[in-house]
């Protein structure tokens, strides 16, 4: 019989109501409404009368299981994030930690799993980890971990999510071998099975396939003919399915795929339904089928359009479909693909450097400071004493060895920038647009076209694109073109979007400044932003890393370090033009903020 649900809600009895069920008249009305199911609002009949005497008896405990039953029981995420927030009040009213952390906890759960807004579920699990420091309920602590382990996979940091799920899966499993009450036993099956999910979600994006189809394996086994564990039978077959798709065995991969979807779609988890939608799709489009693919592709797109919501793994969706268009030379979906794409680069850039920034610093940076004060306040001598010294030896050699490699991993992108700069300083510009218009034919006016690139090229070398605040409406005015027309000559004769294609201008203009200029390197990276018409400091630095591979301050150190002992001999030149169309291949992956 399910009452509660890992990843939904709460313990339905609460932390201490669901060890010991003491007859009183809270338990009595309990009893009417604890076997319907999740959202069944026919609990309120009963459930109200239990919220009025909660109140009536001042006993702040009792309300706050109340409004959490009341979250359980409600069929809107409305009134679910209603209740959340009376749960939080009445449990802060208790003054008791554990109730409060799950209270908060549990209003992070409805904004993730109802509504799959990261960052609100991000600032709730904080807080519910906060109060739960010095908890003795493991099973709170590691709820709260499992959540946290979500939202480090999200933001593809599989490696330490997968560190807090395989902690908290064993912290499960041991629950699990012990004699306990039903309704706790059922809670560490759920969380069991969810962390084992997650587990193979991040060993297949790690791409350590060797243990995913033993893990697959066992949830299915596990889990297969359970109804209350038909949720998480339904992820271990959307796995098993991106596996089959993984070894090319497309028509296996179909049948898991599409028999995972109902189970899924039953708990209206529709970022999973995504991936199913999205591996479905592929596999039809491996048989030749672009047809059925499409009615699939366009099904993420629906969700994306309801929900403003989308995985990163996903983006590869919309590059599919504008691919289809593209060949069908229907430039009406490939416009709305294209800027669906940008909608959603947009969107999980912005997630991106939000819940990065805040779950280092609110979370891994306070958590070592946590173990920080524990080491602080540890005053025995002897074994202690000589065990901390082991530990800071290891540490100490460990970072050693991590700043060795960093510096080598910099000298290393440093003197391949250094060679493309040289490189592309023989490069006269119109060459390369000649290159790109004898490779993509635009479906404008060949004309108009013309003379849009060489009032681009005439943009470029006269570094228009350090104007601060500049927009593609702005560039059009300027141009004597529309946004829409510019927008679609930049994607196709540029190879970029606009604003990548002005954050490449800006940064292999700033890159040029700092290595030909050596004033420049005496700029703090604030003013070089400026001096390219970039905004913030930390928008400079991630664009600038993403870019050339290297940090801004790293660059000048080996800029200044070579300037200074004077070991190489390189030509030098007043003004090199990198165009932006030219430079993709040394995109890297976007790193931390400098």
């Known amino acids: 019989m399910k009452k509660v649900c890992f990843l939904i809600t709460y313990f339905f009895f609460g932390i201490y109501y669901s060890q010991k069920e003491e007859i009183s008249n809270y338990y009595k009305i309990k009893k009417n409404y604890e076997n319907y199911p999740e959202n069944d609002i026919r609990a309120f009949k009963y459930l109200n009368n239990y919220i009025r005497l909660a109140k009536q008896e001042n006993n702040n405990k009792h309300l706050t299981q109340a409004y959490e039953d009341a979250v359980f029981y409600s069929s809107s995420e409305k009134q679910k994030l209603m209740y959340a927030d009376s749960t939080i009040m009445a449990s802060l009213l208790t ?5 409060i952390s799950d209270a908060y906890l549990g209003k992070g759960i409805i904004y993730y799993f109802n509504y799959k807004k990261y960052k609100p579920a991000l600032e709730e699990y904080l807080k519910a980890y906060q109060y739960s420091k010095d908890s003795k309920d493991g099973y709170l602590k590691n709820e709260i971990l499992y959540h946290l382990g979500v939202v480090k996979s999200h933001l593809g940091y599989y490696d330490s999510a997968l560190v807090h799920f395989q902690k908290a899966n064993s912290f499960f499993f041991k629950k699990l071998q012990e004699k306990a009450h039903p309704n706790i036993i059922f809670n ?4 069991y099975y969810n962390t084992l999910h997650r587990i193979i979600v991040c060993q297949r994006n790690l791409k350590k396939y060797d243990s995913v189809d033993s893990l697959i394996t066992r949830g ?22 991106i596996e089959e798709f993984r070894k090319k065995d497309y028509q296996n991969a179909l049948v898991s795929l599409k028999r995972s979807l109902p189970p899924i779609v039953k708990i209206n988890d529709f970022a999973w339904a995504t991936v199913d939608y999205f591996y479905i799709g592929k596999s039809y489009l491996a048989i030749n089928n672009p047809q059925k693919a499409l009615l699939y592709f366009q099904k993420v797109d629906s969700v994306f359009n309801k929900h403003n919501f989308i995985l990163p793994e996903l983006r590869e969706n919309y590059e599919l479909l504008i691919h289809h268009y593209k060949n069908e030379k229907n430039n009406a979906n490939e416009l709305y693909y294209t800027k669906q794409l940008l909608n959603a680069d947009q969107l999980i850039s912005k997630d991106f450097a939000y819940l990065s920034s805040t779950i280092h610093k609110e979370y891994d940076t306070k958590t070592l400071l946590d173990e920080k004060e524990k ?17 800071l030896a290891i540490s100490l050699a460990i970072c050693i060895i991590i700043r060795l490699k960093n510096e080598q991993k910099i000298k290393l992108n440093y003197q391949i920038l250094e060679e493309k700069i040289i490189n592309y300083s023989y490069l006269p510009p119109t060459q390369v647009i000649t290159k790109i218009k ?28 350090i104007e ?38 800006r940064i292999n203009y700033i890159t040029n400044k700092l290595y030909n200029d050596k004033v420049y390197l005496n700029y703090k990276i604030e003013t070089l932003a400026e001096k390219c018409g970039i905004a913030s400091r930390t928008n400079f630095s991630n664009l600038f890393m993403e870019i050339n591979g290297i940090r801004p301050t790293d660059f000048i150190k080996k800029r200044q370090q070579d300037m200074k002992i004077n070991c190489r001999n390189f030509p030098k030149f007043n003004k090199i033009q990198l165009m932006s169309n030219q430079t993709s291949s040394s995109r890297l992956n976007l790193s931390k903020e400098d």
Do not use: C, P
């Not at 003054?95 to 109730?99: A, I, P």
């Not at 004898?438 to 690139?453: C, F, G, W």
């Not at 470029?460 to 694109?465: A, D, L």
């Open 95 to 99: 003054k008791n930690n554990d109730l």
């Open 438 to 465: 004898d490779e993509d034919k635009s479906a404008l006016n060949e004309t108009m076209v013309n003379n849009i690139l060489k009032k681009l090229q005439s943009f470029e070398e006269k570094h228009g694109f």
């Open 468 to 505: 601060y605040g500049l927009t593609i409406n702005k560039l059009a005015h300027k141009l004597n073109t529309n946004s829409t027309y510019l927008s679609q000559i930049i994607n196709e004769y540029k190879g970029v979007n606009f604003n990548r294609y002005l954050g490449e201008l």
């Open 188 to 191: 560490n099956k759920k969380g």
């Open 220 to 241: 299915l086994l596990r889990t297969k003919n359970d109804e209350d564990l038909s949720q998480e039978y339904g992820y271990f077959l959307k796995e098993k399915g």
């Open 375 to 391: 080491l602080e306040k540890v005053t025995s001598w002897g074994i202690n004493i000589i065990a901390g010294l082991i530990i």
